[in-house]
Each structure stands twice: as structure tokens, then as C-alpha cells.
């Protein structure tokens, strides 16, 4: 009977994510849920740490031009290849992806999507984060509340919409801005994709180390976390 009752509850629970994937539209990030084309961190058949960028390259021309920009390109002085994708089929929003490509292989996608959502659709399919950022930046007019949480062992760290009134309180449906996909391991691998290509290996490395060390803590659950102050 305990069996049972467990297979029900599963079915269940895949029924509802089944349903929550219909009701909100991931667009091109929808992968993170279908596992389609293939699991997290891919997007599109683009996966960090083993994309190289001749496939980079072909994937480029196979686009649309119809529906897809392929904006700005520069190249970091660390000798990183910086791409700008811009996704805009009609006249909604669009959606706007960054590659970067780091000693001939892609090491990050960042995806400033067309659709926000809540973060909880994503702690059902996934399990809880393992850790979370918590920073109010302050300014010299207002102060900035975007809270990160990170899926290393996915390969996936999310921005999330935080309350700047009240910083430091953490929901299921609080909104995800900005979504980050990069070789999967541990947190640091996320920062050393974010800055090795703006500051080189070494010093991105000792970056890295040091705002772990200082920002990030370990998820306990949704509710009050800790929050930290940077200016």
C-alpha cells in the first residue's frame, strides 16, 4: 500500500510540473523543464564546457534571420569571444541571449528571457538550490535587491526580481530576470565563466574565492536569509 501511494504521489508531482510547463512559457529556456534536446545546462544544443566554437559557429548560421539579430560581437582582451543574440519573432518582447566563448569552447549563456517566472517552477523540477547570493546593493539614489540562486551540480544559477523594500525575504514566487548556464561542479565554476573573460583566469580565480566567501551561503529554505551590503 506505502508503495503505492508513493507512485501515486510521483505521478502526481510529475502531472503537476507536466501542467506548469504548459502554463508558463519558458520560450527558448524551456529545455531547463523538457530536458529537450537535451538536460540542463543545454540550450539549444549548446552546452558549456564542451561546445566548441566551430559549432559555435555553425549553430550561427543555421539561425533565422527572420527571427533572430545577431548583434554586437567583441573580443575581451583575455582573448574571449563575446556574442550577442537577440530572438524577437513578432512584435512582443524579445529575448536576448549573450555567448561566451573562452580558448575555443563556450563557457557560459546568459539568457535575459522574454517571460519572466517564478522561481518555484524551477525548485519543483530541480529540488531546492544549494546555495544562494544575497546582496542589496547600495546606490547613491536607491539600493538594489537581486538575490541569486545557485544549481551548481545543474550547471544553472538564477537572477531573481527581489523586493527592494524588503530585502532579505525569499518566496516561491519570486520572479527570475536573468538565467546563467555554465559548466556544472561547484558554485565557483559559475564565477570563474562570469569573470575570467573580463579579468583572466588568475585574478578571476582569487575574485571568485573571495565573493564566495563573503556572499554566498548555503539554502536553507524560502523565508528570511541572510543579506549582505555591497557599494
Request: net charge neutral; charged share 20%; aromatic share 12%.
Amino acid at each position: 500500500m506505502k508503495k503505492i501511494k508513493i507512485v501515486l504521489l510521483f505521478l502526481f508531482t510529475v502531472l503537476i510540473i507536466i501542467t506548469l510547463i504548459y502554463m508558463f512559457d519558458f520560450g527558448l529556456d524551456s529545455g531547463l523543464l523538457t530536458e529537450q534536446p537535451c538536460k540542463a545546462p543545454c540550450w539549444k544544443n549548446l552546452i558549456p564546457g564542451q561546445t566548441t566554437e566551430d559549432e559555435i559557429n555553425r549553430f550561427l548560421i543555421s539561425l533565422e534571420s527572420r527571427d533572430w539579430v545577431i548583434g554586437n560581437e567583441r573580443n575581451t582582451s583575455f582573448g574571449c569571444r563575446i556574442i550577442n543574440l537577440k530572438y524577437k519573432p513578432d512584435s512582443m518582447k524579445s529575448a536576448t541571449f549573450e555567448l561566451a566563448i573562452e580558448n575555443g569552447r563556450l563557457v557560459m549563456i546568459t539568457s535575459l528571457p522574454r517571460n519572466v517566472h517564478p522561481i518555484g517552477i524551477i525548485s519543483l523540477w530541480f529540488g531546492q538550490p544549494e546555495s544562494i547570493e544575497s546582496i542589496l546593493g547600495v546606490g547613491p539614489e536607491s539600493n538594489s535587491y537581486l538575490p541569486m540562486v545557485f544549481y551548481p551540480k545543474q550547471g544553472m544559477a538564477f537572477v531573481l526580481n527581489g523586493d527592494d523594500h524588503n530585502p532579505g525575504f525569499i518566496h516561491p514566487f519570486m520572479m527570475m530576470s536573468v538565467i546563467y548556464y555554465y559548466q556544472p561542479g561547484t558554485v565557483s565554476n559559475y564565477y570563474l565563466a562570469e569573470y575570467s573573460c573580463e579579468m583572466g583566469q588568475e585574478e578571476a580565480s582569487q575574485f571568485s574565492q573571495k565573493q564566495i566567501s563573503r556572499f554566498v551561503r548555503p539554502w536553507t529554505n524560502y523565508g528570511k536569509v541572510e543579506v549582505f551590503t555591497s557599494k
